[in-house]
């Protein structure tokens, strides 16, 4: 510092000199080596200081720091403006002798050079009349950070407005495509129906042993086609958001045993056992969509039987009452076929995903059955679940809710009341067939004996 502070120094130094009392020289001493600490402790500040006189706007006193950012000796910066040093407009000379406390925050040049300045500043009186104390602060750096900051704020916005564009571009798209395939739907059945129907009636006509061969050929062919387009076309409509559920009340029991009648002959041929379990508990009639639960028990039985190659398939149907008139239906469908490795398990509702490769040569298939049967559940508020293990089997569970509408007491049939009184000897080779068989007898409370074929022999 200079200025102010060396006058007052430089005259107490002469008043120690002639004085004759010693004692308030050596005050006096202690004062100015005081004072020159204090000098040197502002020299060394990393902010500029600078008091200066408030109104005419003359600056008094500074420190080393400021005159060495702005390359002027310190004894050249007295009697300067202040406005000059630090570019101040009107508005802030207003400011700053209006308010006792002044922020600014504010980009001065420096040799060609831009840096943003904090500049405060403090209004004091002193006996002479009103100063103001300014402290300044370089925060270029901090200012450089923050516009870096902003900038790529700002690209990553546009980035994001961008993949948001992108986005919508291709769910537009594919939306689009959806909706083609959803509404071509009835378009594309219709012929189908007609080849199917045709087919039909030429098993009417008299036809040659080669003639009927051919024909059988033409028609698994065409079911088969149909079954891959209706796949294709409830995946679409599905993803086109344009499936709809479609409740009514229906016979739940009878809709179960119709499935299991139509895969009968197939199970068959196959060696395999196709059992049902219908647990007693479960209603005559729901409300539900009749056409979701349907495709979703083919899909699942459909698969249990093309992948199991001996034993059993079984499909369990039990009923949990929730509510009053709220229930959940639940259906179990297990087999003891290849199963699947927990790789195949994981992907296992992704649309046209099959199992190992090496199976499609083996098992037809598009790969759609499972993710509409997941969709269907899903559209019906339930869930579907699945344990495997390659080798041993695997099991499906689908549990959906619904609302009860009739149970099946009126319906008891009077052989029922019959049974009661007799022992029943149940005979089947198979021995899932014979546990469940038990199992019902059991629910009915008729006494019975569980036996496989070898009682036969006696
Ligand atoms: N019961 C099952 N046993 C073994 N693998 C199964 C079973 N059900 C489904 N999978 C596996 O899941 C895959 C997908 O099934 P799905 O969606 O019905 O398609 P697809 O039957 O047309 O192959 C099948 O290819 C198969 O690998
Ligand atoms: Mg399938």
């Known amino acids: 510092m200079s200025g102010r502070y060396d006058d007052i120094l430089k005259s107490l130094m002469g008043l120690g000199e002639n004085s004759t009392h010693k004692n308030y020289y050596s005050d006096l001493q202690g004062k100015t080596a005081e004072l020159e600490r204090f000098k040197e402790l502002l020299n ?6 600078c008091l200066f006189k408030l109104n005419q706007w003359e600056i008094v006193d500074v420190n080393k720091t400021l005159s060495d950012r702005i390359g002027i000796a310190e004894e050249h910066l007295i009697g300067k403006g202040i406005g000059e040093i630090y570019d101040f407009g009107e508005d802030e ?36 009349g009103l100063y103001g104390v300014l402290m300044a602060r370089d925060i270029t750096d901090r200012k450089e950070a923050e516009q870096q900051l902003l900038n790529s704020q700002e690209n990553l916005k ?30 594309i059945r219709t ?20 003639q009927k061969e051919y024909i059988d050929n033409l028609q698994s062919s065409s079911e088969i086609l149909m079954g891959i387009i209706s796949d294709i076309l409830d995946i679409s409509k599905i993803e086109a958001g344009k499936m709809e559920i479609v409740y009514h009340e229906f016979d739940i029991i ?8 139509n895969f009968a002959i197939t199970a068959h041929k196959k060696g395999i056992e196709l059992i049902l379990y219908i647990d007693k508990n479960v209603p005559q009639t729901i409300l539900s969509d009749e056409g979701k639960i349907r495709q979703i028990l083919i899909n699942l039985i459909g698969n249990a039987i093309k992948f199991t190659e ?9 009923t949990v009452f929730t509510e009053e008139d709220r229930i959940i239906m639940q259906f179990e469908v297990e087999d003891s076929g290849i199963g699947m490795s927990s790789e195949t398990m994981k992907q296992l509702f992704i649309p046209f995903m099959q199992g190992d490769i090496s199976y ?32 041993v089997g695997s099991k499906f569970t689908v549990e959906i809710g619904c609302k009860y509408v009739s149970g099946r007491e009126s319906e008891k049939s009077e052989g029922e009341d019959l049974f009661i009184k007799s022992v029943i000897i149940a005979v089947d080779d198979n021995p899932v067939n014979r546990m469940i068989v038990g199992k019902m007898l059991s629910d009915r409370k008729i006494k019975h004996f569980l036996a496989d074929k ?3 022999k006696f």
């Open 93 to 128: 000379l207003e400011n700053i002798s209006s308010f006792d406390r002044v922020t600014i925050e504010k980009s001065v040049k420096v040799l060609g050079r831009e840096i943003y300045l904090e500049i405060s500043i403090k209004n004091v009186e002193f006996e002479d």
């Open 44 to 49: 060394h500040s990393s902010e500029e200081i």
């Open 254 to 261: 009878k809709s179960i045993e119709k499935i299991i009648d």
């Open 191 to 210: 012929p189908m129906h007609g080849i199917m129907g045709m087919v039909e009636l030429m098993y009417t006509t008299n036809l040659s042993e080669e």
């Open 158 to 187: 546009k980035l994001n407005s961008e993949l948001i564009k992108a986005k919508e571009k291709a769910e537009n798209a594919d939306r689009a495509k959806s909706m083609f395939l959803a509404n071509m739907s009835h378009e």
């Open 454 to 456: 070898s009682v036969l």
């Open 360 to 391: 499609k040569k083996r098992y037809q298939g598009t790969g759609l059955g499972l993710a509409i049967s997941k969709k269907f559940t899903e559209l019906l508020g339930g869930t579907i679940e699945v344990e495997s293990a390659p080798g």
């Open 310 to 318: 001996k034993g059993n398939v079984v499909l369990r149907v039990n």
